[in-house]
């Protein structure tokens, strides 16, 4: 509503007439004014614990919803003081949380889900809030592609047919061993990374073994064939062009470094291996959520509008906001790659070679297909690999899976900030799933190796690979 301050002079009596004020309002002068026509209602002040906040992140370009909640202003518009600081690597990460020298992060899905059931640290941690689907791909060295062009001719087209599998490695790694007498060296980011499952979801489907946890071997190198390392994703490239490891999975902008260096050449993206992949997570202690519900409900509002701008598209669904984004995150304080490097996946494309630049706008999805949503299926798919390859050493009851899917992922908090954005304006109801919805993502087959997995059935999914851990039904 508009007020406008009236002086009213000349009238000698202390009546104002009509006229009085007709005249008075033709001398006001409004052709400056600019009227807030948008239906948003104001954000609900929740009573906050605190207000004052750290966050921590990984130099990813998906770390993208919490740079963007900061500088777009939404967690201002939720009384919200948060300061953005990168991590050297995801354990110091996830110890800074736990030690409560952060409030929370950034973290690879499997880290929450991991610490809760004490695979390395054991602490609860929660996440009501997915960060993302996708962004990451599997780069192998220039010398490593030529030696896979040659085993299989039709990776030599300029445009080889994708997705490519781990076929044409196999008799590289095969070769390295006898020549080497050691296990063909790759890297990956973190043991319970989605990177780690990945690499070892692509090796495995065409039979390459990427060894096994066991209680005496905490680095999965068991029976190896490709013995995956850790290493922190800026690190990637040069330690692809040292010749350290000979292929890596890592997410953006990592692989589209290599192209740009000239040393190396992605050969698939996690698209790929499971189309629409949960990849990162926002997580905070049990702890810190118990004592923090207001604040970390207005945390969530934040990163939901954040994820939202990310993927608002135009009229003919080409993303609007990404470049601005890539922009933002170019800079020291956030990924600090160039704007050139981060924005190919960023904006809709994907580089593998000069020669092989595709359309893939849905690399990077933030909030579109309910990526935001902490699905307990989700969960559980991870809980599935880390029995697979051994990180959970015994065998769990189906029930299991759901019972700690329950107490990492909260729904429940997502739902509660995404209802108050729908009555403020910031959100519609169809962007959320229906009230019904149990937390399942439908069984999909859409796996490299065309596997099929439901998070209803955790057991029959482990027993249905080849490679790694079974479980009697």
Not at 115 to 138: E, F, H, Q, R, W
Not at 221 to 232: C, D, I, K, M, R
Not at 339 to 352: A, Y
């Amino acid at each position: 509503m508009l007020v406008v301050p009236v002086l009213l002079v000349g009238c000698s009596s202390g009546e104002v007439t009509l006229e009085d004020l007709e005249a008075a309002a033709a001398k006001v002068d409004v052709s400056d004014l600019k009227i807030d026509e948008t239906d948003d209602a104001p954000a609900a002040m929740l009573d906050l614990e605190k207000s004052d906040l750290k966050f921590g992140f990984i130099k990813l370009t998906d770390c993208a919803p919490l740079v963007i909640a900061k500088e777009k202003g939404y967690f201002e518009d939720e009384g919200l003081n948060v300061t953005l600081e990168s991590q050297s690597n995801w354990k110091i990460l996830l110890d800074n949380v736990i030690n409560g020298q952060l409030d929370g992060a950034h973290m690879l899905a499997g880290q929450p889900i991991s610490a809760t059931i004490g695979i390395g640290t054991k602490s609860p941690i929660v996440t009501a809030y997915s960060l993302d689907y996708n962004g990451n791909g599997i780069t192998v060295s220039n010398a490593v592609w030529e030696q896979m062009q040659e085993n299989d001719p039709k990776l030599k087209s300029p445009t080889p047919e994708h997705p490519i599998s781990a076929e044409s490695l196999k008799p590289i790694v095969q070769e390295y061993l006898a020549d080497q007498g050691k296990p063909f060296p790759m890297g990956m980011v973190f043991p319970v990374s989605t990177h780690n499952y990945e690499i070892r979801y692509w090796l495995a489907a065409a039979g390459i073994h990427p060894g096994m946890y066991t209680e005496s071997d905490l680095n999965g190198f068991q029976g190896a064939e490709v013995q995956l390392s850790t290493v922190p994703p800026p690190q990637m490239p040069q330690n692809l062009e040292a010749d350290i490891v000979k292929g890596y999975c890592v997410g953006e902008p990592w692989n589209q470094k290599a192209v740009i260096a000239g040393i190396g050449v992605p050969v698939t993206t996690n698209y790929d291996i499971w189309k629409n992949n949960p990849e990162k997570v926002f997580g905070v202690t049990k702890a810190w959520a118990e004592e923090n519900e207001s604040t970390h409900l207005a945390v969530i509002k934040a990163l939901i509008r954040a994820g939202k701008w990310l993927d608002e598209t135009d009229g003919s669904g080409k993303l609007v906001n990404r470049q601005e984004a890539a922009k933002i995150l170019s800079r020291k304080d956030y990924v600090g790659a160039e704007e050139d490097v981060i924005d190919n996946s960023m904006t809709g494309t994907f580089v593998f070679q000069e020669t092989d630049v595709r359309e893939m706008p849905d690399f990077n999805v933030f909030f579109k297909y309910y990526a935001s949503y902490p699905h307990y299926s989700d969960c559980i798919w991870f809980l599935t690999q880390m029995r697979r390859w051994g990180q959970i050493t015994e065998p769990k009851p189906a029930d299991w899976y759901e019972e700690i899917a329950k107490e990492v992922y909260k729904p429940e908090i997502y739902r509660q900030a995404a209802e108050l954005l729908i009555s403020e304006g910031k959100m519609d109801a169809s962007e959320m799933p229906a009230a019904d919805y149990d937390g399942y993502r439908e069984a999909t087959s859409e796996f490299i190796d065309g596997n099929t997995y439901d998070g209803r059935d955790p057991i029959g999914y482990i027993n249905s690979f080849e490679i790694g851990n079974k479980e009697e039904l």
